[in-house]
C-alpha cells in the first residue's frame, strides 16, 4: 500500500493552495455577503488548466488524475468553496460524463471548451440539470419531458437548484421521454443556455456558498437536436448515477477542504488567544477538540483518497464515493461547528471566515445526494 503522493500532485496541490491564498482570499467575503458569482477566480481556474483537470488533453483537458484533483479541491475549499463547487460540477458531473459517454461530434463541439473553461477568450462552464421542483432524491421521477419529434426532441419543464445555473452555457438535462419505461425511459440531453425557450429563474438566496450562482431554469418546447442526446434511448438515468458516483468524490473533497480550513483557523487561533493565563491551546477542553478534529479530518481524507484511487485505477469506486461524500460533509458540519466553538465570539462573526466555513458545510450533506441517499446507496450494496 502506498500512502505516498507523487511530485506532479505535490506540484497540483501547491498550485491550488497558492491560488486560494492569492486569488480566492481577497474578497471571499464581500463575495458571499452580496452573493457575487467569482468570475475572475473561475477564469483564472480555467488559465491553470483546472477546470477540466481529469480530461484528456485531446479533448481541451490536462489530462490529471482523481487523485490530483481530491488534492486541488481540498486546497481550494479551505478558502473559497462557492469557487469550489463551480470547479467540481464542470469537472465531475459535465466534463466527465461528456468524456465517458459523448459522441466524437459532441465531445468536439462541447467538451474541449468546456474543459478549457473558455471560448473565444469568454468563460465557458456547464451545469448538470437532474433535481426538479417535486424530483430531488427521488431522481428517476422526472416530469420534464422530452417528446421524440423524429430529428429533434421536444423539451418541457423545470429544474431546481442548478449550480452554474446563470453563468454556464451549456447544460446536461434530464427529462423524461417515455414515462411508461420508468427510469428507462429516461435521456440526457445537451441544451445550449441561449436556445429559444430556455429561461433562468431568480437566483437563490442561499445559507451557504452564496457566491455560486443557484437557480431554476424552465424549458418551454425547447427544440433539441437529436445528435445531442447522450448515449441509447433510456440510458438518461444510468448516466445521471454513474456521472454523480464521480461527482460525490469532488463533494467530498469540497467538505474535507471546508473541514480542514475551519481546523487550521481554530488552531492558530488556539495558539495565541489566552485565557485563564494562558494561551487556550494548553487547556485539556480546546486540545481534545483539536485531536478529534483532525483525526476526523485525516479518516475523512483518506476515504477521498482511497475512492479517488479506484476511479484511477479502473475499480468500481460507487461505494467507495458515497462513503468518502457522508463522511466527509458529516465531518465538515462538525469540524466547522467545534471551529465557531473555539473561537468563541469572534467566531460568530464575519471576519473570522468560520462562520462562513459552517454555512458552507451544510450544503456537503445535501447536494449531489443527500447524507440519507448515500447511506440508501451504501446499504444496498452491502447488502446485496
Ligand atoms: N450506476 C449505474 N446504474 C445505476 C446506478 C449507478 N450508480 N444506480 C442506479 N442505477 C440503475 C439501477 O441499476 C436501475 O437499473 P435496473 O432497473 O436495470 O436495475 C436503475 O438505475 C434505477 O435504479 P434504482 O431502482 O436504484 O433507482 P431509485 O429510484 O431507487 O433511486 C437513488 C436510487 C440512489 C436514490 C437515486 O435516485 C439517487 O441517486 N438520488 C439522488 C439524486 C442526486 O444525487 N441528486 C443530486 C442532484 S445534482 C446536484 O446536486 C448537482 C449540483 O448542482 C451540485
Redesign the pocket.
Known amino acids: 500500500m502506498d500512502f505516498q503522493i507523487s511530485d506532479e500532485q505535490l506540484m497540483i496541490r501547491q498550485a491550488a493552495r497558492d491560488f486560494a491564498r492569492l486569488d480566492c482570499l481577497p474578497g471571499v467575503i464581500e463575495r458571499d455577503e452580496h452573493q457575487i458569482f467569482p468570475r475572475e477566480q473561475v477564469l483564472k481556474l480555467s488559465d491553470l488548466g483546472f477546470m477540466g483537470m481529469m480530461v484528456d488533453p485531446e479533448y481541451g483537458g490536462s489530462g490529471l488524475d482523481t487523485v490530483s484533483y481530491v488534492l486541488a479541491m481540498e486546497e481550494i475549499s479551505k478558502v473559497d468553496a462557492s469557487t469550489s463547487?463551480c470547479m467540481?460540477?464542470n469537472n465531475s458531473?459535465v466534463c466527465w460524463g461528456l468524456e465517458f459517454f459523448g459522441s466524437e461530434e459532441q465531445k468536439r463541439k462541447y467538451l474541449h471548451p468546456l474543459a478549457q473553461g473558455r471560448k473565444d477568450g469568454n468563460l465557458y462552464i456547464g451545469?448538470?440539470l437532474?433535481?426538479e421542483p417535486e424530483a430531488?432524491?427521488?431522481?428517476?421521477?422526472q416530469h420534464t419531458t422530452a417528446e421524440d419529434k423524429g430529428d429533434h426532441y421536444l423539451l418541457n419543464g423545470t429544474k431546481n437548484?442548478?449550480?452554474?445555473g446563470s453563468s454556464a452555457s451549456v447544460y446536461l438535462v434530464m427529462a423524461q421521454t417515455d414515462p411508461t419505461q420508468?427510469?428507462?425511459g429516461i435521456n440526457t440531453f445537451i441544451v445550449e443556455k441561449d436556445q429559444p425557450g430556455v429561461s433562468v429563474g431568480v437566483k437563490e438566496n442561499k445559507m451557504g456558498i452564496r457566491g455560486s450562482d443557484?437557480h431554476s431554469i424552465s424549458f418551454s418546447d425547447v427544440k433539441v437536436p437529436r445528435i445531442n442526446r447522450i448515449g441509447d434511448h433510456g440510458f438518461g438515468?444510468?448516466f445521471?448515477?454513474?456521472t454523480?458516483?464521480g461527482?460525490?468524490i469532488g463533494?467530498a473533497a469540497q467538505a474535507l477542504g471546508i473541514a480542514s480550513g475551519a481546523y487550521e483557523l481554530a488552531l492558530a487561533y488556539s495558539k495565541q488567544r489566552k485565557a485563564f493565563g494562558t494561551e487556550i491551546a494548553k487547556h485539556q477542553a480546546i486540545q481534545f477538540k483539536l485531536a478529534d478534529m483532525a483525526t476526523r479530518i485525516e479518516a475523512a481524507r483518506l476515504l477521498c483518497l482511497k475512492s479517488a484511487w479506484e476511479k484511477d485505477n479502473g475499480q468500481d469506486y460507487?461505494l467507495s464515493s458515497s462513503m468518502a461524500k457522508v463522511f466527509s460533509s458529516e465531518t465538515a458540519m462538525w469540524v466547522t461547528t467545534e471551529a465557531v466553538q473555539i473561537l468563541g465570539g469572534y467566531g460568530y462573526v464575519k471576519e473570522y471566515h468560520v462562520e462562513r466555513l459552517m454555512r458552507d458545510a451544510k450544503i456537503t450533506q445535501?447536494?449531489?445526494?443527500?447524507s440519507e441517499?448515500q447511506r440508501?446507496?451504501i446499504s444496498?450494496q452491502i447488502l446485496k
Open positions: 463547487v467540481s460540477v458531473l451545469a448538470f437532474l433535481s430531488g432524491s427521488d431522481a428517476s421521477s437548484w442548478i449550480t452554474n420508468g427510469s428507462k443557484t438515468f444510468t445521471a448515477m454513474k454523480l458516483a461527482g460525490r463533494i460507487g445535501i447536494y449531489e445526494g443527500t441517499v440508501m446507496v444496498r
